[in-house]
């Protein structure tokens, strides 16, 4: 920093700073000098997303301005170029980058229903859907499921519990997808939502099939989630397409 910028940063005590206190204002200034382009990028992205929303409608009709497939090629962009100890600042903050610029295009709204390990379930959305996003607790995982079947936000809802909700999305909520899942490799609850089926996320493909078996029949590696009655609700890493007779009802980035 030069004794004028020094100066213009601290105007009166500027001539009485020790070098460790020049030092530190030198930085204190720079950092001041990065957040003005900060704002000033994240204001001018904040724009483009609005205008960006006016263009995303499905052409099959109404459903949520989520996009899981862009933001996942996103994401991945911004980690491989990252420094690795900055990966997991820069996954969280473009978490929240992405959810504000959704929000542009209409608040996004969240229904969880979690019975168990709610406070795990809530925490996944809110890293998921950032600060952004509406998000509540709601008691039936049904009416979650309606409303997500209106287009206008998604349901995260819980499988490991009784309650055989995810059935339904082979019968009367076939227009929903799963698109994402919290709690780790062997998910806890689901993201649910009216989602255009090419905007998928790339990854495990979300099964439920009749017999007790993930139903891919190609030999590839599948995981148990959930059974009921002889349905199963399982993760796949068969290449399936959502609506076809192997009961995919959506994927798992």
């Known amino acids: 920093m030069t004794a004028s910028s020094l100066k213009q940063a601290w105007p009166e005590a500027a001539p009485h700073l020790t070098p460790e206190q020049q030092a530190l204002a030198a930085l204190r200034a720079e950092i001041d000098r990065i957040d003005d382009q900060i704002l000033a990028l994240f204001e001018q992205r904040l724009a483009v997303a609005s205008v960006v929303g006016r263009a995303k409608d499905a052409p099959s009709g109404a ?11 996103v994401q991945a962009q911004m980690l491989s170029k990252c420094a690795p100890e900055n990966a997991e600042a820069v996954e969280h903050l473009w978490r929240e980058i992405v959810g504000w610029g959704l929000a542009r295009q209409g608040r996004l709204q969240v229904q969880v229903w979690a019975p168990i390990e ?14 952004a996003a509406d998000i509540r607790m709601v008691r039936d995982p049904r009416k979650a499921l309606a409303f997500a ?11 490991n ?3 055989a909700w995810w059935m339904g999305l082979r019968r009367e909520w076939s227009m929903l997808s799963v698109f994402d899942g919290y709690g780790g490799d062997t998910p806890t609850s689901l993201a649910v939502g009216k989602i255009d089926p090419p905007a998928l996320p790339k990854g495990r493909r979300v099964v439920v099939t009749a017999g007790g078996d993930a139903g891919d029949g190609g030999g590839a590696r599948r995981w148990g989630l959930n059974t009921h009655h002889g349905w199963t609700l399982a993760l796949t890493d068969a290449r399936l397409s959502p609506g076809e007779a192997e009961g995919c009802v959506g994927a798992i980035g």
Do not use: I, S
């Not at 709610?118 to 600060?131: E, Q």
């Open 118 to 131: 709610p406070t795990r379930a809530f925490d996944g959305a809110r890293l998921r859907f950032g600060a």
């Open 63 to 73: 459903h949520t301005k989520l996009r899981p497939d862009r933001e996942q090629t």
């Open 149 to 159: 079947a209106e287009g206008r936000g998604v349901a995260v809802l819980a499988v």
């Open 161 to 163: 519990t009784d309650d």
